[in-house]
Structure formats: C-alpha cells, structure tokens
Nanobody
Framework: QVQLVESGGGLVQAGGSTRLSCVASGVMFSDNAMGWYRQAPGKQRELVAGMHSGGSTNYADSVKGRFTISRNNAKFTVYLQMNSLKPEDTAIYYC?????????WGQGTQVTVSS
C-alpha cells in the first residue's frame, strides 16, 4: 500500500522560508515522478513543482526562482524548499506520486503566510 506522509509548513511571515518533506512507503520511490501541489480556499488544486525520476524539474510560473523541489531516493523523501514566501502562497500543500498504477496523494499540510 502506497503511503505519502507530509511534514513541515505552518505559519510563516512574508519573506520567510520553510521546507516541506514527504516520505513515501510501499512503492519503488526512485522509479516514479514526484510533485507538490497546492490548493487555496475556493481555488482548484494546482501544480507547484514536479520532479521526474531522471531529475528534471518543472515549476509553476508563480514560484519559479523562489521554490526548489528535490528528492533523496535513499530516504524515500521529496522536499519543497520555499523561500521569499508571499501571502498568496497560503494553501494546503499536497505531495503527489505518479506511478504506473496511478496517482497517489498525501494528506496535505497547511502553509500560512502572514503579511
């Protein structure tokens, strides 16, 4: 059974930084693409950052230059380093794993950026 468990986030001041972590279990982690999505109140879930198994990355325009996705295959963990945070980054952040059997999601972790 695939499980994704996120940690990190919380309340951060505008301009500050925080790092999210997502630990995967029950899956061949290194073979799969990983990503971070977010959903703000009243808005659709959107892709924030993605990383393919080969290491290539992609980012939403709104976070380019501020957020960095990385992974440690030995620890079955994907990270999202978030710098220069803005109030509009406030959302629930979800870890995503794309495998041949489908998409898997974490439970989400709240990030609130105060102005």
């Amino acid at each position: 059974q695939v499980q994704l468990v996120e940690s990190g986030g919380g309340l951060v001041q505008a301009g500050g930084s925080t790092r999210l972590s997502c630990v995967a279990s029950g899956v061949m982690f290194s073979d799969n693409a990983m990503g971070w999505y977010r959903q703000a109140p009243g808005k659709q879930r959107e892709l924030v950052a993605g990383m393919h198994s080969g290491g290539s990355t992609n980012y939403a325009d709104s976070v380019k230059g501020r957020f960095t996705i990385s992974r440690n295959n030995a620890k079955f963990t994907v990270y999202l380093q978030m710098n220069s945070l803005k109030p509009e980054d406030t959302a629930i952040y979800y870890c995503n794993l794309k495998s041949r059997s489908g998409d898997y999601w974490g439970q989400g972790t709240q990030v609130t950026v105060s102005s």
